[in-house]
T-cell receptor, first 115, second 113 residues
Framework: DTEVTQTPKHLVMGMTNKKSLKCEQHMGHRAMYWYKQKAKKPPELMFVYSYEKLSINESVPSRFSPECPNSSLLNLHLHALQPEDSALYLC??????????????FGPGTRLTVL | AQSVTQLDSHVSVSEGTPVLLRCNYSSSYSPSLFWYVQHPNKGLQLLLKYTSAATLVKGINGFEAEFKKSETSFHLTKPSAHMSDAAEYFCVVSDSLAGKSTFGDGTTLTVKP
């Protein structure tokens, strides 16, 4: 299985809602990533988990809260978001964070709209 | 510090003609270099990667790239464009010092019939 899956595909939420994005991989990868991508822009790194521990937080606002319950799963909990947080949220995984096997495999993304 | 510059924001070619997407990089350590493709409203797909083995790297769908250390370049080429190649392409650099990847701004490839 060489796939990264993300659910839901689309999410519309109000600014007072709490929701979660889910990402799953079964490739035995030990690094997992969250990216935010606005239209016509490259992905922006948000968080990196390595061996289920948070290793990079790119100064992301606390209204985004990542969680890595096990080596196959990565969640992104959302609370009190702003309309400018509307974007495509991409999850990725790689065999390791560093070294020659760090090519990332991306999921299809969750299209988030904040009203 | 690492950085990557994609020299063209838009490239337009006719179907059946060659494709050249240009990428220059900067890295203070031995870098890994990647090209990814993204079709509209989709995730990113790895086309090819360079990790200090052969300097000419072959990827999927007929794409290849050549690592030139003296020019700090990693340009992506394809001999004959297909309509399905129309997409956004990202050049990415990663080194162990930074511990993370840096994306270029992307190149939009348009293929005319």
């Amino acid at each position: 299985d060489t796939e990264v899956t993300q659910t839901p595909k689309h999410l519309v939420m109000g600014m007072t809602n709490k929701k979660s994005l889910k990402c799953e991989q079964h490739m035995g990868h030990r690094a997992m990533y969250w990216y935010k991508q606005k239209a016509k822009k490259p992905p922006e790194l948000m968080f990196v988990y390595s061996y289920e521990k948070l290793s990079i937080n790119e100064s992301v606002p606390s209204r985004f809260s990542p969680e890595c319950p096990n080596s196959s799963l990565l969640n992104l909990h959302l609370h009190a978001l702003q309309p400018e947080d509307s974007a495509l949220y991409l999850c990725a995984s790689s065999q390791s964070r560093d070294g020659p096997y760090n090519e990332q495999f991306f999921g299809p993304g969750t299209r988030l709209t904040v009203l | 510090a690492q950085s990557v510059t994609q020299l063209d924001s838009h490239v337009s070619v006719s179907e059946g003609t060659p494709v050249l997407l240009r990428c220059n990089y900067s890295s203070s350590y031995s870098p890994s270099l990647f090209w990814y493709v993204q079709h509209p409203n989709k995730g990113l797909q790895l086309l090819l990667k360079y990790t200090s083995a052969a300097t000419l790297v072959k990827g999927i769908n007929g794409f290849e790239a050549e690592f030139k250390k003296s020019e700090t370049s990693f340009h992506l080429t394809k001999p004959s464009a297909h309509m399905s190649d129309a997409a956004e392409y990202f050049c990415v650099v990663s080194d162990s010092l930074a511990g993370k990847s840096t994306f270029g701004d992307g190149t939009t490839l348009t293929v005319k019939p």
